[in-house]
């Protein structure tokens, strides 16, 4: 089955990878296909980390998120940012092609069974995936979890897969589509701007001092906005306060990303993508934490309704165009590869950053 003759585009010359797979999924998602699951699976990425007192490794999910996913009427599938080779440095992934051949037969498999994807919180990002060095106050990066997630949810952008990126999830969906983030927004927060409201709890954080804030709905018929709509409400302007805990947040605003909530001191707290193709909405947020309140069920809601209409699209049809999806990939490792500061040593962390300018002007990912 061809999905370029499918889509109704036969010179290739015409759209890019991205446009075609677009049109393409959007027309089969008007035919008449059978669901293939009655839960959606939906799709949550989970770092290593140490259970029993630090002396049992184990692979951890977000467990709010889950119930959570679970609650909306889909079904958590975790995956583990499993290490692809003991000692190997995650990051020469991106110039290895062997390496890359090896995770990518893994993350294919996986990602095709996905309807929906969550891409939770955690730690930093490694700066270096959007070309800047790292700040003092960075924590070292988990980077085996920055590159499955990097390449998660570069196929999720590029297959149109229902997505939803909470605290560093949103982090990460900007950056991978060519965004940058302020490493530390204390710190970096510019000067000529109104001063900045708490972000995140003093000392150890519990569900006891998170800290909270208010946030403005910037379009009343933005996917954010429809989402956490009450049954009886006409519009909703604002969230009275959402619970918040980063120290990070965007800088520079991906293309095809327009911001759909900000805090009263103009941080970002939320985006989506313009094309009415993609349901890829990220929020600073924590949502999952009071999923008693409805407004916070029903952005779990809307995404798990996203991803049951994605059910019915033929995945099989996708794999004659996996040599194409492929390259497509390593475009954009080669786009990250020649950045500024791309190169930097996880272990060397310096004072300040280093900013470069991003080739997003270029068509990057058209």
Not at 94 to 101: G, I, K, V
Not at 160 to 186: A, E, F, H
Not at 305 to 334: F, H, K, M, N, V
Request: charged letters at 20%; one cysteine or more.
């Amino acid at each position: 089955m061809d999905v370029l003759m499918r889509s109704g585009i036969q010179d290739t010359e015409d759209a890019s990878l991205s446009d075609r797979l677009a049109l393409w999924i959007a027309e089969q998602q008007q035919q008449q296909y059978p669901a293939r699951h009655a839960r959606p699976r939906i799709g949550m990425l989970t770092p290593s980390g140490y259970a029993r007192d630090g002396g049992w490794p184990v692979y951890v999910g977000d467990a709010p998120t889950a119930y959570a996913i679970l609650e909306a009427g889909g079904f958590p599938c975790l995956i583990p940012t499993l290490p692809l080779i003991e000692g190997f440095d995650p990051f020469h992934l991106l110039s290895d092609e062997h390496a890359f051949a090896l995770l990518f037969g893994l993350i294919w498999p996986v990602i095709r069974e996905l309807d929906g994807l969550i891409l939770t919180g955690g730690g930093d990002l490694y700066s270096c995936l959007y070309g800047q060095a790292p700040h003092a106050q960075t924590a070292t990066p988990d980077v085996w979890r920055d590159v499955w997630e990097r390449y998660i949810a570069l196929l999720a952008w590029l297959l149109c897969i229902p997505t939803l990126g909470i605290c560093r999830g949103m982090q990460l969906m900007n950056v991978v589509l060519g965004g940058t983030l302020y490493q530390d927004l204390q710190a970096q927060w510019p000067k000529e701007r109104p001063p900045l409201l708490r972000h995140r709890a003093r000392g150890r954080v519990s569900s006891s001092n998170w800290s909270m804030h208010p946030i403005r709905l910037h379009c009343p018929e933005s996917r954010l906005a429809l989402a956490v709509r009450g049954n009886r409400e006409l519009d909703r302007h604002s969230i009275d306060a959402v619970l918040s805990m980063h120290h990070q947040a965007v800088e520079t605003l991906a293309p095809d990303l327009v911001v759909s909530a900000s805090s009263p001191d103009g941080v970002v707290e939320a985006f989506e993508e313009t094309a009415s193709s993609r349901w890829w909405v990220g929020v600073q947020f924590h949502p999952e934490w009071v999923t008693h309140l409805t407004w916070s069920l029903g952005l779990f809601t809307a995404l798990v309704e996203a991803s049951r209409s994605y059910t019915t699209i033929p995945r099989e049809a996708l794999e004659p165009l996996l040599d194409e999806i492929q390259g497509w990939l390593r475009q954009q490792d080669s786009v990250l590869m020649h950045q500024p500061g791309s190169l930097t040593s996880v272990g060397g962390k310096q004072n300040g950053r280093q900013t470069s300018t991003l080739p997003i002007s270029n068509g990057r990912y058209r």
